[in-house]
């Protein structure tokens, strides 16, 4: 019978500390390595000229910002193409999600039947997806404007006029990602007491009432993390705009996170694009700050 | 036996395996090779040239890696940021000046030079040109394919039209011609457009292979030296030309249509010998011509692309050998069937007319001599930033009133700064 062996003894506290972090550690290794690194390399990348093709690269400090943020203007016309994009999207996205919420959120015949419809874009390809909105929305032989011409409406070249193509964009993408949205708000009005509604009720309220004094405020965390997911994810769109309209026409929907695209792996300006991903990264972070400080000002 | 002679056993078993005792030695190795071309046809050949050159270096097997075109730049650019470049690739013409001064490109003139058999000299000099400075070698040209004409000959037929390869012999095949024919071969109630452009991509990526070829045969040109010539009222008229196939006449399938030529949904299309293979199973009969000339003469306008070892590539020796094995006069050959060679002696010789067994040979004389007299597409060292600028106002020309002259004119005040 071999002796038992004794190790150092570890106090119990610092032994369940070890086990935790040796189970937490493949996820933490994967996002040190693949999030945390990336993204310290970003700032760095940003203070460089390094160009991806000849593997070129020098410090440069701030220039890649000085030139995007004073002489470049097409940097200006992307941000403004990407705030609109998001001032498109956001507000019918939240509104629609709120809409088909509250049409769905109740037992009734048909709700599971709708919610699953409008719930199937966001689980289908995105790449699918935007093709076939391609072919839709073709000038003569798309569906859209075949539809239209039933009702003598001359439909316009949806992606190839300046006018209409981010109008197109915004739609179908509100489209494909309402779905998500409506389901959190379902779940939401789900949670909220039947007796809050039946208590108005009794002291006579009438349903706008009921949901503008009750619903609504009770639905306002959901709303502010609703609002800052949409937010974030408008201002990141990339495969919806590479895949309908490649920026154009005439850059009308070159927004940002494809400009980055073009001038990190079409111009192989690689600092530059991290420069710029970095503004992303700051309009994105400002954003949600202001959102946050209007929600806690409003307690 | 113990666990603890257990436990050496695996460990010494592990160690010698991992230095090489006792486990497989023979060092197989394989080059990677990225194309464009998802084609079945295609592949078969690349694949029976590999086969004859593992026959030699039985240690060596070639993979090739298809890449879509329209990523094809990227996506090889990612690889070898990432430590990972290919072996050997494709590259197109209008890609050749960056990665040539950005150093990309192995020097593979030894190589070739000192190959048996290989005679250098056997490539035509103008199609060289982007691929070889005084004393470097950066890629050996496999296809020099000049643009030519497809046409539905059974619509001709049935709208009792003359037909292309009749009007090249009475010398009245111009872009008039074509414009005119377009317009008459537009059937709307069956959906059939009169033109399509090249390969239905001519207002986005291949907005330069649909206006340059007009453009060259009314005597224009992209630029010359650091000088923009898009806006030359010669240019400007070729432009015109166009625009007026697809707003006035709707003859032409506009931006966001589709009418595939392969499908018999357009009577006339532009592009090169390769897409042939597309007209295996087609339901029509169809045939080849030259680019219609114009008021400034033939214009022949040829796309390039050049089989490339790249600088950071594992394996660099080995690659240019299969390089050479590849550009060997018996492989080009070979390719000649679908690829335009740049070899004099394949090109002038019989085999070449008879190498497509899809094409007559008269019509394979299309290709020789477009690949004699013709030029290859505009390139430049910015090309990406050129083509960036250009295509704003490129999409600016594809409205029906649009003024080309003034939009023109504005492209290239964009794009001269970057010449």
Redesign the interface.
């Known amino acids: 019978m071999s002796a038992v062996r004794k190790g150092p003894s570890l106090s119990l506290k610092a032994r369940e500390a070890i086990t935790g972090w040796l189970f937490v550690s493949p996820i933490l290794t994967g996002f040190l390595i693949f999030f945390v690194g990336p993204l310290i390399a970003v700032f760095y990348y940003s203070t460089t000229e390094w160009?991806?093709?000849?593997?070129?690269s020098r410090f440069v400090g701030m220039a890649n910002y000085v030139d995007a943020l004073t002489r470049n203007e097409t940097f200006w016309d992307v941000l403004v193409n990407s705030l609109v994009f998001a001032a498109g999207l956001v507000p019918l996205n939240m509104a629609m999600a709120l809409g088909l919420a509250l049409a769905l959120s109740k037992s009734r015949p048909g709700a599971v039947f709708f919610r699953t419809v409008f719930f199937a874009p966001v689980i289908t390809s995105a790449v699918a997806w935007a093709i076939i909105w391609t072919?839709l929305?073709?000038?003569?032989?798309?569906a859209v404007n075949q539809g239209l011409s039933i009702f003598g409406i001359d439909g316009p070249?949806?992606?190839?006029?300046?006018d209409w193509a981010m109008v197109s964009v915004i739609f179908t993408r509100v489209l494909k990602t309402v779905g998500l949205n409506m389901i959190l708000y379902i779940a939401a009005l789900q949670s909220i007491p039947r007796d809050y509604d039946e208590a108005a009720r009794i002291e006579g309220a009438s349903n706008w009432e009921i949901f503008r004094r009750i619903t609504w405020p009770l639905l306002a965390p959901t709303t502010l993390v609703i609002m800052v997911i949409t937010v974030v994810g408008s201002l990141k769109v990339f495969d919806h705009i590479y895949l309908m309209t490649?920026?154009?026409?005439?850059?009308g929907t070159m927004v940002l996170a494809f400009y980055i695209y073009?001038q990190g792996?079409?111009?192989?300006n690689?600092g530059y694009a991290a420069a710029l991903a970095v503004v992303l990264f700051a309009l994105i972070l400002l954003l949600t700050i202001v959102q946050m400080l209007l929600k806690a000002a409003r307690k | 036996m113990s666990d603890l002679m257990i436990k050496r056993l695996i460990y010494s078993a592990a160690i010698t395996s991992s230095l090489g005792f006792g486990a497989n030695t023979v060092s197989a190795e394989e080059l990677r090779f990225t194309v464009w071309t998802g084609s079945e046809a295609h592949l078969k050949m690349l694949g029976e040239i590999a086969d004859s050159f593992t026959a030699t270096h039985p240690d060596v097997t070639v993979r090739f890696d298809t890449i879509p075109f329209g990523d094809y730049v990227q996506k090889i650019t990612l690889q070898m940021a990432g430590g990972n470049a290919p072996d050997l690739g494709w590259l197109l013409e209008n890609s050749a000046p960056a990665f040539v001064d950005a150093g990309a490109l192995a020097d593979v003139s030894g190589t070739l030079k000192s190959a048996d058999g290989y005679d250098y000299a056997d490539f035509s000099q103008p199609a060289m040109g982007l691929w070889e400075t005084s004393d470097a070698t950066y890629g050996i040209p496999f296809s020099t394919s000049p643009f030519l004409v497809y046409y539905n000959k059974s619509l001709y037929d049935a709208a009792g039209l003359e037909t292309p390869d009749q009007r090249i012999k009475d010398g009245s095949w111009t872009w008039e011609q074509l414009k005119s024919d377009a317009k008459a071969l537009r059937d709307a109630s069956s959906g059939v457009w009169g033109f399509e452009t090249f390969d239905g991509q001519g207002y986005g990526s291949r907005v330069w292979h649909t206006l340059i070829p007009i453009i060259r045969a009314y005597g224009g040109s992209a630029w010359e030296g650091d000088s923009c010539k898009l806006d030359s009222p010669l240019s400007v008229q070729a432009v015109q030309l166009f625009h007026d196939m697809v707003y006035a006449d709707g003859s032409t399938v506009p931006p966001g249509e589709q009418g595939d030529f392969f499908s018999g949904k357009a009577a006339l299309t532009v592009t090169q010998i390769s897409r042939v293979s597309k007209l295996a199973d087609a339901t029509f009969d169809w045939g080849i011509a030259p680019l219609p000339s114009g008021p400034a003469g033939d214009a022949a306008t040829v796309g390039q692309a050049a089989v490339v070892a790249f600088a950071q590539g594992k394996h660099k020796e080995l690659a240019a050998e299969f390089l050479a094995h590849m550009t060997n006069k018996e492989n080009v050959a070979k390719m000649a069937a679908f690829f335009p060679p740049a070899r004099k002696s394949v090109l002038n010789g019989d085999g070449f007319l008879t190498s497509n067994t899809a094409v007559a040979p008269e019509k394979m004389a299309f290709v020789a001599e477009g690949i004699e007299s013709g030029s290859v597409l505009p390139s430049h060292q910015r090309f990406p930033q050129i083509e960036a600028e250009a295509r704003p106002n490129f999409d600016a020309l594809w409205s029906k009133n649009a003024d080309v002259a003034a939009t023109m004119k504005k492209l290239c005040s964009g794009i001269s700064p970057l010449l």
């Open positions: 160009n991806l093709l000849s593997q070129q072919f929305l073709q000038h003569e032989s798309g070249n949806w992606l190839h006029e300046p490649g920026g154009g026409p005439q850059n073009e792996f079409k111009f192989f690689t």
